[in-house]
């Protein structure tokens, strides 16, 4: 679950493997680039951490990170559940 600190929205996520992980980095790199609102993020094998923050906003919490958030959930979802 994402979790609110230090003027970000933070979440890990973990896959079964390396390719699965890089999948889920291209789909979240085309959602952020539609939304024109882009994460930080890190990837170590099948860990990816995520980090959501509205530098426009002075680096701080917004509903912009929130519906990327939301967008990053289905597209985990979707690609851990098939649905």
Do not use: C
Not at 29 to 41: G, I, T
Request: charged share 30%; no cysteine; aromatic share 10%.
């Amino acid at each position: 679950m994402w979790k609110e600190e230090d003027n970000k929205l933070k979440r890990s996520f973990q896959f079964k493997n390396f390719k699965e992980a890089m999948a889920f980095i291209n789909a979240v790199a085309e959602a952020a680039e539609e939304m024109d609102h882009h994460p930080w993020w890190s990837n170590v094998y099948n860990k990816v951490e995520i980090e959501l923050t509205t530098h426009s906003a002075g680096n701080t919490v917004t509903h912009r990170d929130h519906k990327l958030a939301n967008r990053i959930d289905a597209i985990y979802e979707q690609l851990t559940t098939g649905k």
